[in-house]
T-cell receptor, first 109, second 115 residues
Framework: GQNIDQPTEMTATEGAIVQINCTYQTSGFNGLFWYQQHAGEAPTFLSY??LDGLEEKGRFSSFLSRSKGYSYLLLKELQMKDSASYLCAVRDSNYQLIWGAGTKLIIKP | ETGVTQTPRHLVMGMTNKKSLKCEQH?????MYWYKQSAKKPLELMFVYNFKEQTENNSVPSRFSPECPNSSHLFLHLHTLQPEDSALYLC??????????????FGPGTRLTVL
């Protein structure tokens, strides 16, 4: 079966750096997405990786290793507004998105 | 604002009621999706429409009935639901559903409670 694993919850301190990991086992691979979802709101797109390596977008970076079935989202200079759930999703060979259950990130002052 | 709107935002219904959820996208996309989001579970894809044609129905019970009259509007008709159907129902759209890099844009969801 297809599976996406990510930690259920993480806690970090304002101003610090946090890395949220995602491992996947899917039938085929056509890219990996990260979304941010604040409580009660829509998931919003953060990043897309299809080739190995690091993609940087301001305070957020996303890394992919296809051979290891592994990605991480790196958040730097954490702010209180970064408290949210972070969803990892992989597009499989049928172009369907397979979703992880999300990582709830709690930022403390 | 993501360009995808959903109404109502909250809905409480009894098991014998019939109600409909509405989704509208203002992004000029050709694919629209219904997802179910339950606490601490992955998003569950329910239905996909591409160019108004249903291309996916992930074994969803018949008490959920989708309708896509045009590329901008998507409905989810509900009848004789069960309490376990209580969840957040999310609508999303994308340019189409056949490209790897296609990003899905989500609406804010309808929080459904079935009594």
């Amino acid at each position: 079966g297809q599976n996406i694993d990510q930690p259920t919850e993480m806690t970090a301190t304002e101003g610090a750096i946090v890395q949220i990991n995602c491992t996947y086992q899917t039938s085929g691979f056509n890219g990996l997405f990260w979304y941010q979802q604040h409580a009660g709101e829509a998931p919003t797109f953060l990043s897309y990786n299809v080739l190995d390596g690091l993609e940087e977008k301001g305070r957020f970076s996303s890394f992919l290793s296809r051979s290891k079935g592994y990605s991480y989202l790196l958040l730097k200079e954490l702010q209180m507004k970064d408290s949210a759930s972070y969803l990892c999703a992989v597009r499989d060979s049928n172009y369907q998105l397979i979703w992880g259950a999300g990582t709830k990130l709690i930022i403390k002052p | 604002e993501t360009g995808v709107t959903q109404t109502p935002r909250h809905l409480v219904m009894g098991m014998t009621n019939k109600k409909s959820l509405k989704c509208e996208q203002h992004l000029g996309h050709n694919a629209m999706y219904w997802y179910k989001q339950s606490a601490k579970k992955p998003l569950e894809l329910m239905f996909v429409y591409n160019f108004k044609e249903q291309t996916e129905n992930n074994s969803v019970p018949s008490r959920f009935s989708p309708e896509c009259p045009n590329s901008s509007h998507l409905f989810l008709h509900l009848h004789t639901l069960q309490p376990e159907d209580s969840a957040l129902y999310l609508c999303a759209s994308s340019q189409d559903d056949t490209s790897g890099s296609n990003t899905q844009y989500f609406g804010p969801g309808t929080r459904l409670t079935v009594l």
